[in-house]
């Protein structure tokens, strides 16, 4: 299995500012995602980051608001940009190795916005 | 739209007694599928995948799968207090996503 790590693991933030989450895999993987999670709900896919290049969204989800980086292939950071209450949620970091499908997930951080 | 549909519970169960876990997926083109538990502040852990028509076994957790019908269930046996948990259904799509169930609350009573 790989190991995710992610910081920081929770942080309360004003109204309109930004929080960057990073995500740091012990190994190489060839897929990373970033998923929230809100309140009593389910996991849903934000974006994929793609290694050099831009990550791909899925629908709802745009780049000015959720802007990703992935410099290499053990690393990558979530943005959550101009944050309102509704961005509160749980936002874990995912990897999959090249040739399985197992994804595992790091620990999640937990976003408070006041 | 894909999907996948489980009960959200919560299903209760006497300790030491057979929980039943189920899920229907809607996307025909999944060939992989996952069951993952959830403890209350914690992230997702992977306790079972299954690829095949049929039944796999890992120790008291039993993972079946019936792609005709396109039902995935987990059994656990000899449930323990410390089994529950939230457990998510997930299936890998065609297009390399996994996409999530909303999870089975599993409560084991004492």
């Known amino acids: 299995s790989a190991v995710i790590s992610q910081k920081p693991s929770r942080d309360i933030c004003q109204r309109g500012t930004s929080l960057t989450i990073q995500c740091q895999v012990d190994?190489?993987?060839?897929?990373m995602f970033w998923y929230r999670q809100q309140p009593g709900q389910s996991l849903t896919l934000i974006a994929t980051a793609n290694q050099g290049s831009e990550a791909t969204y899925e629908s709802g989800f745009v780049i000015d608001k959720f802007p990703i980086s992935r410099p290499n292939l053990t690393f990558s950071t979530l943005t959550v940009s101009n944050m309102s209450p509704e961005d509160s949620s749980i936002y874990l970091c995912s990897a999959r190795r090249g040739g399985t499908d197992t994804q595992y997930f790091g620990p999640g951080t937990r976003l408070t916005v006041l | 739209q894909k999907e996948v549909e489980q009960n959200s519970g919560p299903l209760s169960v006497p300790e030491g007694a057979i929980a039943s876990l189920n899920c229907t997926y809607s996307?025909?083109?999944?060939?992989?599928f996952f069951w993952y538990r959830q403890y209350s502040g914690k992230s997702p852990e992977l306790i079972m995948s299954i690829y095949s028509n049929g039944d796999k076994e890992d120790g008291r957790f039993t993972a079946q799968l019936n792609k005709a019908s396109q039902y995935v269930s987990l059994l656990i046996r000899d449930s323990q207090p410390s089994d529950s948990a939230t457990y998510l259904c997930?299936?890998?799509?065609?297009?390399?996503?996994?996409?999530f169930g909303k999870g089975t609350r599993l409560h084991i009573l004492p």
């Open positions: 997930a299936a890998l799509g065609g297009d390399d996503k996994i996409i």
């Open positions: 996307d025909r083109g999944s060939q992989s």
């Open positions: 190994s190489q993987v060839t897929m």
